[in-house]
DNA sequence: TTTGATTATAAAATCGATTATTCGGTCTAG
DNA sequence: CTAGACCGAATAATCGATTTTATAATCAAA
């Protein structure tokens, strides 16, 4: 096995940071609720240091709040810190996408369309929720992969995670759910024609558009 | 003291953090370096807790390299990541410098000339070397800082520290340094006469001339 | 010599227990 | 009443010791 396992293996403190991450970004913690480390350390089953190491990671990362002495909270949701990530990643989403298009050479095209292919799949079968959003979220990652800037993708993978927090919590809208959809494959399209500027335009619609089912998360 | 002190004290955790990060952006570790726990732990004075905690939390900012099961290393420095940075620090600050000129207020525009008279003043005792890089990391914050977004705010932060780590190990140039001082000042009165353009192209200009001196961390 | 297995050593990760701090209720002086 | 002092329970932070895993050093076989 020489060549393979050549990232070491899960410890319980990476275990715990992915299952939070996910959690966390899927709402299953309440917004703003002040996380009880015992109980988590029970809920998850592992002990004290791998957890606040965890915890630790994520509020560095932006996913918890950290308050000297007196532990971690979950963000609260503000209309205003919705806009502002949103602003963020059609700002970001744009330039990298234009980048990937001037340098995304033809094996990115080829694995653009079987993620299309993927998720248009996914979209069809409305269970499996959980298998869209990962073949969503991979979607737009190999959209933007060769952006050739590592520190832009980390910053969108970031905004990403930050959005979805909001728009998992929103109300589905079947009838945008279906436009969103399609504007997927033609986004391919005009990435495949190397078309910047219409795929600039589209991809920043297509993010606004995210961002008014998002707001949805704002219910009476 | 009932208003004040309303941020939680110093926990070792923190302090270790905030220790750790300024010894690592002033390049007091060397680059691609293994961190050997125990030794930060005698080095430092802290106990193994908090001191894993910090790194965690070091990891999740992009100050050090998180590998599980084989413990933590310094990044290693290389010329394309420092242009990556570079341009994000373009791309991100002129967009924070264009924001801040449409919705700074007066009050802004006060703090601004503050900065860049503190700033002017250090950079005129060559001495003191750590005080100048505080003014100078102020005088930047100072003037994007109302740009309106956090997560703009955060980005460009995270990237001043990934390039001061070259940057500070590079050795200085008078004559450079005096022509990036003097923008420093030119950038307060385009930002006054809130020319957004004049100021954008000298604020690229003035990361590309930095960016060259932080070149100079690759002597041969 | 190489290669591959084997063990000894060092280091990372984790646990269980201890210490320090906050939080909420209660009391007292003004 | 109300602001502040005080106390006890709850919880965050930290320590010291243990377990697990990687690293190196050693040796046997090809």
Chains 1, 2 share one sequence.
Not at 70 to 78: C, D, E, N, T, Y
Not at 80 to 101: H, K, P, Q
């Amino acid at each position: 096995m020489g060549i393979f396992e050549r990232k070491g293996g899960v410890t319980a403190s990476s275990w715990i940071y992915d299952t939070l991450r996910q959690d966390l970004v899927n709402g299953r913690f309440t917004a703003g609720e002040k996380l009880a480390i015992s109980a988590l350390k029970e809920r998850y089953g592992v002990g004290l240091s791998p957890l606040r190491e965890a915890l630790n990671r994520l509020a560095a990362y932006g996913l918890l709040i950290q308050e000297n002495q007196r532990g971690f909270r979950v963000p609260r949701l503000a209309r205003e810190e919705l806009g502002d990530i949103a602003d963020m990643r059609r700002e970001l989403e744009g330039m990298a996408l234009e980048r990937a298009i001037q340098r995304g050479d033809a094996e990115w095209e080829s694995e653009l369309l079987a993620a299309a292919h993927r998720l248009k799949r996914a979209d069809e079968s409305p269970e499996m929720e959980e298998e869209w959003e990962r073949l969503h979220l991979r979607f737009h990652r190999t959209l933007v992969a060769p952006c050739g800037s590592t520190w832009l993708l980390r910053f969108i993978e970031q905004l990403h995670d930050q959005f979805d927090r909001y728009r998992r919590l929103a109300p589905g809208n079947p009838e945008v759910r279906r436009l969103l959809d399609a504007q997927h494959g033609e986004l391919v399209e005009l990435a495949l024609a190397r078309n910047v500027q219409g795929a600039r335009e589209l991809m920043d619609d297509h993010i606004k558009r995210s961002y008014e089912v998002a707001l949805g998360s704002f219910a009476p």
